[in-house]
């Protein structure tokens, strides 16, 4: 299964950005969804678990949602720092296979 | 605090295999809803899923890899084992291994500094 997402989406600094991911009924219709933050040369960070949750030290700007067989990610107060790819994962309830998404890059113009 | 680092061959090649080992700290695999996976990215690409080994001994495998791959842990020694076989400059990406956790939902919480791995003749 894949999950879709934008290649890329762009905002100002201190401005808003939503990323989101489509699934299917068979993975985020069915799980949880995550996401990971990956700066440029680093490996990637864990910023949203359980749709919704942030690990300590994820700063409240980073927001989670689900919605049927969507979900999205979104960043508020966007500063430099947040430039980086950002994929989204879950499980495959039909084969227990873990996806990630196509992943998209996030611009602060 | 939950570490984990790759170790491999940086150069293979073509129809080799390749021998992963990630060796961790800060957690067992005896541990009821702990993983470990390996996750894969070729340069200028997306993350691609591999493979995962479970605290319980349970395996899987990414569907269009798994005739390739092998998945093994050494809870002694505290080490997870990834093999690919027949490996092709295709195969040539920055590989990842991460902590696992089974909660409500499954993700990779502590992620390995990853290992480039090139495969070329």
């Known amino acids: 299964s894949v999950l879709t997402q934008p290649p890329s989406v762009s905002a100002a600094p201190g401005q808003k950005v939503t990323v989101s991911c489509s699934g299917s009924?068979?993975?985020?219709?069915?799980?949880?969804v995550s996401w990971y933050q990956q700066l440029p040369g680093t490996a990637p960070k864990l910023l949203i678990y359980?749709?919704?949750k942030r690990p300590s030290g994820i700063p409240d700007r980073f927001s989670g949602s689900k919605s049927g067989t969507s979900a999205t990610l979104g960043i508020t107060g966007l500063q430099t720092g947040d430039e980086a790819d950002y994929y989204c994962?879950?499980?495959?309830?039909?084969?227990?296979?873990?996806?990630f998404g196509t992943g998209t890059k996030v611009t602060v113009l | 605090h939950i570490t984990l680092k790759e170790s491999g061959p940086a150069l293979v090649k073509p129809t080799q295999t390749l021998t992963l080992t990630c060796t961790f700290s800060?957690?067992?695999?005896?541990?009821?809803?702990?993983?470990v996976g390996w996750i894969r990215q070729p340069p200028g690409k997306a993350l691609e899923w591999l493979a995962l080994i479970y605290w319980d001994d349970d395996k899987r495998y990414s569907p269009s890899l798994q005739s390739r791959l092998t998945i093994t842990k050494d809870t002694s020694k505290n080490q997870v084992v990834l093999t690919l076989t027949n490996m092709d400059p295709a195969d040539t990406a920055t590989y990842y291994c991460?902590?696992?956790?089974?909660?409500?939902?499954?993700?990779?919480?502590?992620w390995g500094q990853g290992t480039l791995v090139t495969v070329s003749s």
């Open positions: 359980d749709n919704n």
């Open positions: 991460a902590h696992d956790r089974l909660g409500l939902g499954e993700y990779f919480d502590f």
């Open positions: 994962g879950t499980r495959d309830s039909l084969s227990a296979d873990y996806v």
């Open positions: 800060g957690f067992s695999l005896r541990a009821s809803g702990v993983g």
């Open positions: 009924s068979s993975d985020i219709g069915s799980n949880y």
